[in-house]
C-alpha cells in the first residue's frame, strides 16, 4: 500500500501538469478490496481531498485523476491508533465486522459489499508519531 502515497506525494510535492505544490488535507482514504485468489493482489484506491482552491481545475498528472467520491450514506466505523499497515487493516476490518454480527447494521453492510471491500481513512502527517487517528470502515446506503 505504500507505493500508493508515494504516487500521491509527488503528485503534492508538484508532479503535476501546473506544477502546483499542495497542501496535504485529512483524511487520506484508501479503498480496499482484498483478493480471494491465489496470489493475494488486493486492489487499492487511494484519495484524498483537494483544497478548495483547486477543486474547479484540479492538477492533473499521469498518476493522480480527479474523481468524485461515491454518495455513500452510511458508514460502519472503527476507530483505531497506531501507524496503518498490512497487518493491522485487516485485523481492524475484522473486529469491525465481528462488532456488527447480530446489529441492525450486519445485513447491510454484508448485503453492499458483499462481505470483502472496505475502506480506511489516515487522518495524521506521517511525521507525527503519537495519538494517531485512523479509521475503518464499511460503506453501505440502506439501513
Known amino acids: 500500500m505504500a507505493c500508493f502515497f508515494v504516487s500521491l506525494f509527488s503528485y503534492i510535492q508538484g508532479n503535476n501538469n501546473q506544477r502546483a505544490k499542495i497542501n496535504m488535507t485529512a483524511p487520506v ?3 480496499i478490496l482484498p483478493s480471494t485468489g491465489p496470489f493475494c493482489n488486493s486492489s487499492f484506491t487511494v484519495y484524498f481531498y483537494l483544497p478548495t482552491n483547486y477543486q474547479n481545475n484540479p492538477p492533473l498528472s499521469a498518476q493522480a485523476h480527479p474523481v468524485k467520491l461515491p454518495k455513500h450514506k452510511y458508514a460502519a466505523v472503527k476507530r483505531f491508533g497506531g501507524f496503518m499497515d498490512d497487518s493491522n487493516i485487516p485485523t481492524q476490518a ?10 441492525p447494521w450486519e445485513a447491510p453492510v454484508s448485503a453492499e459489499n458483499k462481505g470483502l471491500a472496505y475502506s480506511v481513512a489516515g487522518y495524521n502527517s506521517p511525521y507525527e508519531y503519537e495519538n494517531r487517528v485512523n479509521e475503518v470502515m464499511f460503506w453501505f446506503d440502506r439501513a
Open 29 to 31: 482514504l484508501v479503498d
Open 94 to 103: 475484522l473486529a469491525l465486522r465481528r462488532s456488527l454480527k447480530g446489529t
